[in-house]
């Protein structure tokens, strides 16, 4: 499983807009309120960073310090939305979470990608990633979010319907949230 510093050195930018000190989250709060343990890599991006955009083009959504329950409830919500596409037959054999295999939702494009793990099995670092493609496609990334966000600015990670150009070693970087 890949490091934070492994992203940082991967998107040259990132590091210049990590706060000075780290974010405490409430992880057991946030676990208990979503029902599920969360990986350990997407906890240390959220320790260190507050929600950013990446190249005017790719969003994650971090939990801020005290405002866990709100980022529960946006996960609620992109469930809702992927419960819709998965009813109207748009997920291929995608199912949502709670289900056993479910996508949770953890970023999304601004082109309308989604980016999920697929909480298969009880290690969250065992989680594939999981994007869901603006144009229909879907495909899979083992080894997690920071292994996906790497391999995708290295060019080692399918990139599917992702544009060209976006999310390079000199990707803009803007905080999104506190």
Aim: with cysteine.
């Amino acid at each position: 499983m890949l490091r934070l510093s492994d992203l940082e050195r991967a998107i040259h930018g990132l590091r210049e807009v990590r706060p000075a000190s780290a974010r405490r989250v409430d992880w057991l709060a946030l676990e208990r309120s979503l029902g599920v343990g969360l990986p350990a890599d997407f906890k240390e991006f959220a320790e260190a960073y507050p929600p950013v955009e990446i190249d005017e083009f790719l969003r994650i959504w971090s939990p801020a310090p005290g405002q866990e329950e709100e980022y529960a409830e946006g996960v609620r919500y992109g469930l809702e939305i992927l419960q819709d596409l998965r009813e109207s037959g748009d997920t291929e054999e995608y199912t949502v979470y709670p289900e056993p295999g479910g996508l949770l939702p953890w970023g999304e494009s601004l082109e309308g990608d989604v980016f999920y793990w697929r909480t298969a099995g009880r290690d969250p670092q065992q989680w594939p990633v999981v994007a869901g493609g603006r144009n229909g496609a879907w495909w899979e990334c083992a080894g997690g979010m920071l292994a996906f966000l790497v391999g995708v600015v290295e060019g080692t990670a399918e990139r599917a319907e992702l544009p060209d150009g976006v999310l390079g070693p000199a990707a803009s970087v803007v905080p999104l949230g506190p």
